[in-house]
C-alpha cells in the first residue's frame, strides 16, 4: 500500500521555523519526485517546492524562495521542508506528493499524503 505521511506541522509565531517530514512507504522512493503542495481555505492548492528523484534538482515558489529549503534522505524514503521566517500568509495545510517528473503542477503528481496543518500567527 502506498503511504505518504507528513508531520511536523503546527502553530508558529511570525518569524518562526518549523520543519515539515514526509515519510513514503509502498513504492520506490528513489524512482519518484517529490512535491510539497499547500492549500488555504478557500483558494487553489498551489506548489510550494519539489525536489527530484535522485540528482537534488530542486523548485520554489517565487513566495518562498530564500525562506523554504527541501531536501531529500533517499536512504529514509522521507524528504524535508525546512520552513524559516513564517509569515500568516504560509497558513495552509501542506501535502507532500510523489510523481514520476520533477514538476510544479498537482496534476502530475499520482500519490499524496493526508496533510499537515500549519499554523502563523501574527
Known amino acids: 500500500e502506498v503511504q505518504l505521511v507528513e508531520s511536523g506541522g503546527g502553530l508558529v509565531q511570525a518569524g518562526g521555523s518549523l520543519r515539515l517530514s514526509c515519510a513514503a512507504s509502498g513504492f520506490t522512493f528513489d524512482d519518484y519526485a517529490i512535491g510539497w503542495f499547500r492549500q488555504a481555505p478557500g483558494k487553489e492548492r498551489e506548489g510550494v517546492s519539489c525536489?527530484?528523484?535522485?540528482?537534488?534538482?530542486?523548485y520554489y515558489a517565487d513566495s518562498v524562495k530564500g525562506r523554504f529549503t527541501i531536501s531529500r534522505d533517499n536512504a529514509k524514503n522521507t524528504v524535508y521542508l525546512q520552513m524559516n521566517s513564517l509569515t500568516p500568509d504560509d497558513t495552509a495545510v501542506y501535502y507532500c506528493?510523489?510523481?514520476?517528473?520533477?514538476?510544479?503542477?498537482?496534476?502530475?503528481?499520482?500519490?499524496w499524503g493526508q496533510g499537515t496543518q500549519v499554523t502563523v500567527s501574527s
Open positions: 506528493a510523489a510523481g514520476p517528473i520533477l514538476a510544479t503542477s498537482p496534476s502530475r503528481y499520482n500519490y
Open positions: 525536489i527530484s528523484s535522485s540528482d537534488g534538482v530542486t
